[in-house]
């Protein structure tokens, strides 16, 4: 399927002259995520070397869903007029400013500011999809979405159980510079790879802004939207939760939650390989809707598992499995519909349904951090995945009901 994909776009490795490989859009998807939960593990230590609460800490995490939220709804735009290629490269090179500022704060005022920064490697994501959708249909768009995604998702599974084994080996500050440094290999890649694939560039900005209002009268669009945020904030309420719940509640040490993590990432790389082979087939809102579907499982499951004292940890983490697969199969059906609503704005959608999808995430990621308290009982975490888990099968189900955009 990659290789059909892949002939139909032109593309050639290494030549800016085509469209970006496949390859390109994973590194860039991937060193994002991997920016996302890379430093989990060492949150607390973080909060120690701060003088600063742990609740405080994960203003690290809310603040930085929250800029990722908010900067698409610019990216978008400014990507249909001046281009897909400088606008990445520019957001890159932010990025490993960033990274490195992160790397030597001494305050947690100045970390926050510039890990907030850091967002701007959502750029990776937001015109990733679009540029997929500039290059093949809204079908096709799902399905390669779905594979790009199942490729990179090795990058945030394993990003926890490298930040466990940096934290128990090194200090925190190496995991800012290894993302520094997967940042200047991400720029290299793409100055020498991705070639514009915008083909009619909008002419004025005020016009792509002003396209928003169209795109917020869409039901359809904002059905997509709420479907792929309430979907992330599953993961996202887990992501700020799970590292005190884990080493509070169930003791673990930090390199085991980091392999406790991958169980999530499994889960997601089945969910995009099914997304992959068979949404084409199926339909991109039943997919969807059964990815919705499979991911509240996965909280039932944990309220019962965690009130038994055999399994430990992997009451917690196991049943993440199925949020994984949900998610593999909910999101890149999710961000293709956002996209193809209007495929002439491709951009816009692609920023402004982002903005939404991470705002939701980031506003129950932040609750969620406000009624964990000290950690010792896990059942806020849950509930609250359970909440999101319910209100994705909703929007879902009311986008199957509605059908896919013409």
């Not at 809204?138 to 159980?161: D, H, R």
Request: include cysteine.
């Amino acid at each position: 399927m990659i290789r059909i994909n892949q002939r139909s776009t032109g593309a050639i490795f290494l030549n800016k002259k085509t469209p970006p490989h496949i390859f390109t859009l994973v590194i860039l998807a991937g060193v994002q995520a991997l920016n996302m939960n890379l430093f989990l593990p060492s949150l607390p230590t973080m909060a120690e070397y701060f003088n600063v609460s742990y609740s405080v800490m994960q203003l690290s995490i809310s603040g930085y869903f929250a800029a990722t939220a908010f900067l698409p709804i610019i990216i978008g735009p400014i990507s249909d007029r001046m281009g897909r290629r400088p606008v990445m490269i520019c957001a890159i090179l932010i990025f490993i400013l960033a990274a490195i500022c992160c790397e030597f704060s001494t305050s947690f005022g100045y970390f926050l500011f510039f890990r907030i920064i850091e967002a701007t490697i959502a750029a990776g994501m937001v015109l990733g999809r679009a540029i997929v959708r500039d290059m093949v249909s809204m079908n096709q768009a799902a399905s390669m979405i779905g594979y790009i995604t199942m490729a990179m998702t090795i990058m945030p599974m394993l990003g926890p159980a490298i930040g466990g084994l940096i934290e128990e080996n090194f200090e925190w500050q190496a995991s800012f510079r290894l993302m520094s440094i997967l940042g200047f290999i991400a720029l290299l890649i793409v100055w020498f790879d991705q070639g514009e694939t915008i083909k009619e560039k909008q002419t004025s900005i005020k016009r792509q802004f002003s396209s928003y209002i169209n795109l917020l009268k869409s039901k359809l669009f904002w059905l997509y939207s709420l479907t792929a945020g309430f979907s992330v904030a599953c993961y996202y309420s887990f992501l700020t939760g799970a590292p005190i719940v884990a080493e509070k509640y169930f003791q673990t040490t930090p390199s085991q939650q980091g392999y406790l993590f991958t169980i999530v990432g499994l889960g997601y790389i089945l969910g995009n390989f099914l997304t992959g082979k068979y949404t084409i087939r199926i339909g991109m809102n039943k997919m969807m809707f059964m990815g919705c579907t499979i991911t509240i499982l996965a909280p039932v499951s944990q309220i019962v598992l965690v009130a038994s004292p055999i399994m430990g940890p992997l009451a917690l983490f196991g049943p993440m499995f199925l949020v994984g697969l949900g998610n593999g199969m909910t999101l890149p059906n999710a961000s293709s519909g956002m996209v193809s609503v209007n495929p002439k704005l491709a951009g816009s959608a692609s920023g402004l349904g982002m903005a939404i999808m991470i705002g939701t995430g980031a506003a129950l990621s932040a609750f969620t951090g406000s009624i964990l308290g000290s950690g010792e009982s896990p059942y806020p975490l849950i509930f609250m995945v359970l909440f999101a888990t319910i209100m994705s099968a909703v929007t879902s189900f009311s986008v199957f009901k509605l059908g896919e955009p013409k």
